[in-house]
């Protein structure tokens, strides 16, 4: 029989061993640089990146100061927003010119928009003249815009050519991006026909006209669109590259699966960080004083919308004081309802994410969280007016009990799905404040609900 040890569930599993992190730190303290060296230069360069958030910012410091000249193009576009920043601040200015000389126009204005002006001149003073204008003329279109997403660098072909005379001319070109998957045929004005991939040029005959073998899915976007937008295109029409068109329709750049897939990443994060009220930027690499920047207003926020339930509590003070199990009671039902919006609450902004939530639906979603809720609320009312007949041998209790639970189930499940869909409805992001709005409609339902109903029927 075969042990598996910690070691060798440590290897299967994808990303940088601990030991190696811990190996690395080692090396740093030391002021080994050889065996620093030996240590990052196997690794990819997403791996590399890791091991830099993954440490201290005074260990992250010292290690660019020992192995600043591994740090390269790849590894610098691969680094987190969040510290890429102070990164830059401890490289050399060649290391930082030499790296930014190796990356496509796209990445090196993915670099540029989280940089102070200072740090983007210096970087933009490193490149050639004609990669300047590039990036430039890139950073110029609106923020989280295509044009801030594409690439400069395509392969074209006229619009008229055959496989052979395609095949031939990238043989004889110098400069190619170093990946591309489609060559975009362009009519003289330079506006985009339709597209080939390589596949298919590298097997057809060399007689045949590129229009007989273009892709079906070709499609243009515009420079100007959201790269929430281009995303969502990609993924729903399962596209691999897609050319960006200026207002005129004529080609500008081409955005890839690679950068519109990290836009979806994105989007997702932010989802899951503002549902969880910690702001849209939090990073495990974020001091102590950053951390508690970007959680106290929502906790501040939350302060103030549980005083809503201490109001509410307060209106029955003179039921509590006179049946004190209430009390004890009442946290069963406010935090059951909690739970069941939140699960409702999941699946809305995901599904608003996604555009499967649509205003088409939204009448069938709505029902189905509403008798789902029910259900939910029977179920869990049956459990508990037993577990209250039992504990505290007063049938009525648990009859008060089973009925504050569907109510407040019902109103988890709508508020659920209906708080997201109301806020997209405004033109807001559905994940920034829903968890707080719904988590107080729960709070607020499940203690009215159950304190009203003991009012009317226990007192």
Known sequence: MQ????????????????????????????????????????????????????????????????????????????????????????????????????????????????????????????????????????????????????????????????????????????????????????????????????????????????????????????????????????????????PVVDENDRLVGIVTIDDAMNVLDEEHEEDIL????????????????????????????NLFTASLSALVISAFESTIAQLVTLAALMPIVASTGGIAGTQSLAVAVRALATRDLTSANAPRVVRRELFAGLLNGIGLALILGLAGFVIFGDPVLGAVLGMAMICNQVVAALGGVLVPLGLNRLGLDPALASGTFVTTLTDVMGFFAFLGLASLVLI
């Not at 060649?94 to 210096?122: C, F, G, K, M, S």
């Not at 939090?282 to 926020?301: C, E, H, I, M, V």
């Open 3 to 242: 042990v598996e040890t910690g070691d060798t569930r440590e290897e299967e599993r994808s990303g940088v061993p601990d030991r190696v992190v811990d190996s690395v730190l080692e090396a740093v303290e030391e002021r080994d640089e050889a065996r620093l060296s030996d240590l990052l230069e196997p690794l990819h360069a997403a791996d590399i990146a890791d091991v830099l958030e993954q440490i201290g910012s005074a260990e992250r410091r010292e290690l660019l100061t020992l192995w600043s000249g591994g740090i390269d193009g790849e590894i610098l576009s691969e680094i987190s927003d969040s510290i890429r920043e102070e990164v830059i601040e401890h490289l050399p200015p060649e290391v930082i010119a030499e790296a930014v000389r190796e990356l496509d126009t796209d990445d090196v204005v993915d670099i540029l928009e989280d940089l102070e002006e200072p740090q983007q001149e210096a970087i933009l003073g490193a490149l050639d003249r004609a990669d300047r204008v590039a990036v430039e003329q890139a950073m110029a279109y609106p923020e989280y815009s295509a044009g801030r997403l594409m690439q400069r660098e395509v392969v074209v072909a006229p619009v008229h050519w055959t496989v052979g005379e395609t095949i031939d001319f990238l043989r004889e070109t110098e400069e190619l991006p170093d990946q591309f998957y489609h060559v975009i045929l362009v009519d003289p004005r330079m506006k985009p026909a339709g597209y080939v991939t390589l596949g298919r040029l590298l097997s057809s005959r060399r007689d045949v006209k590129l229009t007989a073998i273009e892709e079906e899915s070709f499609r243009t976007i515009r420079a100007t669109m959201a790269e929430s937008e281009v995303a969502y295109i990609f993924n729903q029409y399962h596209l691999i590259s897609c």
């Open 274 to 301: 503002r549902l969880a009220g910690v702001g849209d930027e939090s990073s495990l690499s974020d001091g102590p004083f950053a951390t508690a920047r970007q959680r106290l207003p929502w906790l501040a926020a």
